[in-house]
């Protein structure tokens, strides 16, 4: 009797112990839509809701696989897992599938394994319609529609527009300091460089024309003699820098006395004297005196030239105020030339790039 009864509650443990473990592991699917087109998709949503830590295996299908004969297995989801109370979890997964014959099909259940002990979905059904067609008016055919252009909105075109009118505004810009840069002529200020001519080979110039004349020989001296004296005037000028055509012999002759040779000063003394005496006393020269003159007017140039002074001169332009703001107006306007260009370049490529992409 006793032993029959430890029998009983042996039995009554182990149901409330198995109908424990159902109740901590749920199985359930859910189709999204009972009815679909040919080629059209249905998702399966398989949860699993179990004690955290438990081990689970989710049915696995490969893919074109048949779930059932005329229903295919497309893909499915990574499992989703959320945390539920009382130490559960809930698994997730979503099975897409699809099907391509007209029919309603019974989708089996699908089994979950929990610790190695296997649950059951229920069955679900999916109904798979065609396209209907117009069978008594076969004749009658519409060809696809063609492609819709996308409807105009100004928010799209807004920033391609404003770029379009400061395009324009610089290339308005340039154009007007082309025409300001045209019409201000530029300034060209040419460095020259010239052969400079001596002062003692401008006076040996003017002596070897008067040998070439046979002035000393002429019988107008006193043509002879200013020519002479003129040409040593304008030596002494451009040589000692004092204005010795306005002065007269002896001042000429007082200005000199700084130079160390008075042998020479003297002979230049007597070659003005003797020239004031032509020129103003009538006096007659001889032919050896007029030779002797010239000799010494030869003699003092070549006495007081200066060597080693170059014989070329660099003459560098002067330019006014007005012509040193011309060219700084001129490389202003150029400059700001050329960076409006390479923003003009650099805007037009980008606005290329912007009607490219709402094309």
Not at 177 to 202: E, F, G, S, T, Y
Request: proline residues 4%; positive net charge.
């Amino acid at each position: 009797m006793k032993s029959g009864l430890i029998k009983l509650l042996s039995v009554i443990c182990l149901l409330a112990l198995v109908s424990g473990m159902h109740a901590q592991v749920q199985v359930e699917s859910t189709i999204d839509s009972i009815q679909i087109l040919i080629g059209e998709q249905a998702h399966v949503t398989l949860n699993v809701s179990m004690k955290k830590g438990h081990k689970l295996e989710m049915p696995q299908f490969k893919r074109l696989q048949y779930v059932t004969p005329g229903v295919e297995f497309v893909s499915d989801t990574q499992a989703d897992t959320s945390e539920l109370d009382n130490n559960m979890i809930r698994v997730s997964k979503v099975y897409t599938l699809t099907s391509f014959d007209e029919n309603l099909y019974y989708i089996p259940e699908m089994t979950v394994k929990v610790d190695g002990k296997s649950y059951k979905t229920k069955s679900l059904a999916l109904k798979v319609l065609t396209v209907p067609v117009d069978t008594l008016h076969p004749e009658q055919f519409f060809p696809p529609k063609d492609v819709q252009n996308n409807p105009f909105q100004w928010a799209e075109w807004r920033t391609p527009f404003w770029l379009s009118i400061v395009l324009i505004l610089i290339t308005l810009t340039v154009l007007y300091l082309r025409k300001r840069l045209k019409d201000n002529k530029p300034i060209i200020a040419k460095i020259r460089v010239v052969k400079k001519v001596l002062p003692h080979q401008r006076a040996m110039k003017e002596i070897e024309r008067l040998k070439e004349e046979r002035m000393t020989s002429s019988e107008n001296t006193k043509e002879y003699y200013t020519r002479l004296t003129d040409t040593l005037r304008k030596y002494i000028e451009e040589r000692f820098g004092f204005n010795a055509m306005e002065m007269t012999s002896s001042e000429i002759i007082d200005r000199l006395n700084s130079v160390d040779d008075r042998k020479m000063i003297d002979e230049l003394k007597e070659l003005f004297s003797t020239a004031d005496l032509v020129k103003f006393a009538k006096y007659s020269t001889l032919i050896n005196e007029n030779d002797a003159n010239l000799v010494n007017a030869i003699e003092f140039i070549n006495t007081t030239k200066m060597e080693n002074v170059p014989t070329t001169e660099t003459i560098e332009p002067k330019l006014t105020e007005n012509d040193k703001r011309s060219m700084r107006s001129r490389k202003a306007i150029k400059w700001s030339m050329v960076a409006l260009v390479v923003m003009a370049v650099l805007l037009w490529m980008y606005l290329i790039y912007r009607i490219y992409l709402l094309m």
